[in-house]
Each structure stands twice: as structure tokens, then as C-alpha cells.
């Protein structure tokens, strides 16, 4: 199997870097790769490039975070997520590359725009535990089926639950572990894996783990206000991105 372009491959190599920085440091903001992924190639291959850039993010981010993670809040959305997925692969065979594009950016800039509503969603979410956790899980699972992005349902879910920082990252790098692993054979199925990409990826899959350790050393670093800011603040900028390019 021959290498893409050298344009492309070193689109891949920042790609895996910053994958590798989200995952160690910021796991949230993982649609702001799938955005920037889905622009650059077609967004059905996209959906598979970033997965599996995100699996090997994923073995280092639970390696570093397993221990911070909130099991028991894992453990009850375990089914409600598995519905979402589920849901997401019925949805995902009904999607060309444009509209899958779309409803990717759409998505993100409309959960985005829900922080605003934070203060009462954490009031209502307390009051209302099982509902917002069914709820959260559900659309997870079915956002990051179609989309790999369904980081700014956890962000605004575990923000309401009030996670700090470390809490929070060990927390999503678990879900986002179980659930990649989980999609694996709905995207064999749909045919989202393309073999030509194999070469280039198995060569920038290394500057995943290095991308890793810079952002555990950036997560050390930022306040928590200033962490729940940049979780926001480039979610609403990969969403944006992804409209504009496939209005």
C-alpha cells in the first residue's frame, strides 16, 4: 500500500498530533479533529480516519487518566449509550457525504449553544438524574456514530455534574474508549474503513502517543475555568467550520 499525497500525510501527522493532545488533555474537543478531518477528505472516510486515530488516543488517554474516571456514573449510562449507537448506525447508512457533513456541524453548534441554559440544566439534571443521564447517554451514542462527536453532550453533561478537571477527562476517556470500540463493526459494516489510507496512517500513528503527553502537561496547567472555556470555545469553532464548508 503506497503513502497518500505529502500534503495529506502531513495534514495526517498534525492531525495525530493534535488527536493525541485532545485525548491526553482536552477530550471534549474531539469534533474540533473530526471537523477539521472531514474537510480535508471525504466525510464518509473521514468518519473512518478519525476513528482510528481516536482508538490509539484512546489506549493512551485511559492509560494515563483510567485511575481519575467516575465508574459509577460510567456504569449507568452503559445501555443508553449502546441504544444511541445502535440508533446512530441505522442513521449513518441514510447520510451522503454532504448531508453527513452537515449534520455533523449542526449538531455541534446547536449543543454548543446550549451553554448558555447551563445554570438551569444543572438544576434541572439534579432534580431529574435518570432522565438527563438516559438523555446524555442516547445522544452520545448516536452523535458519535454518525459524527465521532458527541464530546459537547458529555462536556455539558459532566460539566452539570460538576466533574473537575481530571475527573472529567479520566471520565470521557473511558466512555469514548468503550464506545469507539463499540462502533467498530457498525463503521466495517457501512464500509466507512478505506484500505487505501492504512499506509499513512500506521506512519503518523506514533505522533498520537507524543501529542498524549503534551496534553496531560497542559491539562496540569490550565485553571478549571479556563479548561471549561477552550472545551466550548473550539467545539463552537470545529461545528462552524464544518457548516460552512458543506452548506
Known sequence: MSLLPLDSLLFLAAVALVTGFIKGGMPAIGPLVASAVALWFPSRDALGITLVLFLIGDSAAVWLYWRQANWQELRKMLWPVVVGIVLGGLVLGQLDNRTLGLTIGVMVLLLVAMEPLRPRLTRWALAHPVIARTTSGTLAGLSTTISNSSGPILAIYF????????????????????????????????????????ASLAAVAGLVYVGAFGGRWFLERISQLWFNRLVLWLTAVAGGMLVYSNW
Open 159 to 198: 460539566l452539570v455534574l460538576q466533574l473537575d478537571k481530571r475527573s472529567f477527562v479520566g471520565t470521557v476517556s473511558v466512555f469514548f474508549a468503550f464506545a469507539n470500540v463499540a462502533k467498530l463493526p457498525i463503521f466495517h459494516e457501512q464500509g466507512v474503513f478505506q484500505p487505501g489510507y492504512t
